[in-house]
């Protein structure tokens, strides 16, 4: 017991062996479970109990046999199994077989901890684990003997000490935010450990601070974070009231400052925007989420610190990235995507980004970081990040940005606003810099922009200033072009006819695909427009509503 003791001062990212009977200093009792915002599934439940596991989008049957000996088909699918998040759709069933299939497995994982890979005792799976088991404690110690009871009690306290103990080794992103939420959870639902709940809690203020930035975007810029982290800090807020237990101060204000950044990415059809890492929406976890906001304040058109702006009139709704690339260590999810934006027209989404595609369908995820994938300009096909070759011991390949940097500003003459912004990504490699500017009508009937290609540095080089300038459309619009093709027809899904006129260069309609469909990739088109910077170097368009149908 000693030598166990020693290395978890030792060597902090050493797996704890969960099967043992007996480590000093285990708590003796749970005294609450945090709530699971997640919605749960009976019929998951009913798959679960008869053999079968669905992570990642792999069906994998199991019949008798105990999941965690089964060979995975791939890495996502151990880490969802291992992070048993699914133990929430065992607590929503009717059915006691299905409910006592919850104690069996966790029993069968802590039986066999210690011969498990190395997916799952990654530290955002451990953290995942922590949390689920928390959760559904109450259905896991449902006439539990003895026995059982410590040797759960164990093997939860034994990873939470490890979580504590990975923390200073952690890259400062979205895992380790991830895994301070989960020690302090399960100090606070231990009796007897109000020092570690004291410590872990400034931990967590410490981060909240440094990730969550002061109009309540993310560090990484991804805007679907929010609702990540959001997920796991009300619960944890409720989790304190009911201790009778102040929650800390930096917690409470950083949740109201992400909950409007909820409103300010969300389109009016109820997704989200689809820049820097955001997929399909979760469309019952934002609901959920936005229940426990009690001001419903208006968002904010300036989103500054985030590097995102948002753009209403009358029906119409712009969102536009005008944001850097994020923290090497904060970028592992992060897109491509400068100046480039997403229009909508009440509930019927316009111009889109492509997004990301979910986990099952990782070999898109490079092109989705493109800047191709996103509604703005490319030269020379190139994008304006480099996506790294290596992981860095991040989890993923991270975004290298450089020293370029994203320029903008906002103005507003007679109730018309403006967007000017501008980056110089493209200067080294091609003398360019590509500056965007956008404003809308007050009826929010037309959206004109225009793009301009600057020289600067060693200046345009012809024969390496070719551009493609893109808008890639909803699935949901029917698109025609007008016989003499100086003029793009849209017909949008609320009946809504509208117009794309490119003045200098008249636009093509090619094909494209959305990432981030609830159901999967879906086929849809673009409007491209073509030319060399030394030729054409601006480039005037406009959106603009014809009648309705």
Excluded at 426 to 437: D, L, S, T, V
């Amino acid at each position: 017991m000693a030598a166990l003791t020693r290395h978890f001062k030792r060597i902090p990212a050493r797996r704890p062996t969960c099967s043992k009977r007996y480590f000093p200093g285990c708590p003796d009792r749970l005294l609450i479970a945090p709530q699971d915002l997640r919605t749960a599934d009976p019929i998951i439940a009913d798959d679960i109990y008869s053999g079968l596991y669905v992570f990642a989008g792999q069906v994998e049957n199991c019949k008798t046999r105990s999941p965690f000996m089964h060979q995975p088909p791939n890495r996502e699918w151990a880490r969802e199994l291992h992070g048993f998040r699914w133990l929430r759709h065992l607590s929503s069933s009717d059915r006691t077989v299905a409910r006592a299939k919850a104690a069996a497995l966790v029993e069968d994982w802590i039986k066999h901890s210690h011969r498990f890979g190395p997916e799952a005792w990654e530290t955002s799976v451990v953290a995942n684990r922590v949390l689920a088991w928390l959760n559904n404690s109450p259905l896991i110690l449902q006439d539990s003997d003895h026995d059982f009871y410590r040797a759960f009690l164990r093997a939860l306290y034994l990873q939470v000490r490890y979580l504590r103990a990975r923390y200073s080794s952690m890259p400062c992103n979205l895992d380790r935010l991830n895994l301070v939420i989960a020690e302090l959870a399960g100090w606070l639902c231990f009796a007897g450990r109000e020092r570690f709940v004291r410590l872990a809690s400034r931990r967590l203020e410490a981060e909240l601070n440094e990730q969550i930035l002061p109009d309540g975007g993310h560090a990484s810029r991804n805007p679907a974070t929010i609702i990540t982290v959001l997920l796991e800090l009300l619960p944890l807020r409720q989790t304190f009231l009911s201790r009778d237990m102040v929650p800390p101060e930096g917690m409470s204000l950083a949740i109201e400052r992400m909950m409007p950044m909820l409103r300010f990415f969300r389109h009016p059809n109820g997704s989200f925007a689809h820049f820097n890492g955001t997929g399909a929406t979760p469309a019952d976890l934002l609901a959920t989420i936005l229940a426990y906001d009690d001001i419903r304040g208006a968002p904010v058109s300036d989103a500054s610190f985030s590097g995102y702006q948002r753009m209403e009139a009358g029906q119409s709704l712009l969102i536009m990235d005008t944001g850097d690339c994020p923290p090497l260590e904060q970028s592992v999810q992060a897109h491509a995507g400068n100046l480039s934006f997403e229009l909508s027209v009440g509930r019927a989404p316009i111009v889109i980004n492509c997004g990301a595609p979910a986990c099952q369908l990782e070999s898109w995820r490079e092109l989705a970081r493109s800047t191709a994938a996103h509604s703005t300009l490319t030269i020379q096909d190139h994008s304006t990040y480099k996506i790294s070759d290596q992981c860095l011991d991040l989890g993923g390949k991270p975004l290298l940005g450089g020293t370029a940097k994203t320029v903008y500003e906002r103005s507003l003459d007679q109730a018309q606003e403006t967007i000017r912004a501008h980056h110089d990504c493209y200067e080294h490699p091609f003398g360019i810099r590509h500056c965007r500017q956008i404003w809308m009508a007050i009826d929010g009937r037309r959206l004109d922009g225009r793009d301009e290609m600057q020289s600067i540095g060693n200046g345009i080089r012809k024969g390496q200033d070719s551009f493609t300038l893109r808008f890639h459309l909803h699935p949901s619009v029917q698109v025609e072009m007008s016989d003499d093709g100086d003029l793009v027809y849209l017909g949008l899904a609320n009946g809504e006819i509208w117009q794309f006129v490119s003045k200098e260069v008249d636009a093509t309609i090619e094909e494209s695909v959305f990432l981030s469909d609830i159901h999967g990739i879906r086929p849809t088109t673009q409007l491209a427009i073509y030319g060399h910077a030394s030729h054409v170097p601006t480039i005037n368009w406009y959106f603009e509503r014809l009648a309705r149908s």
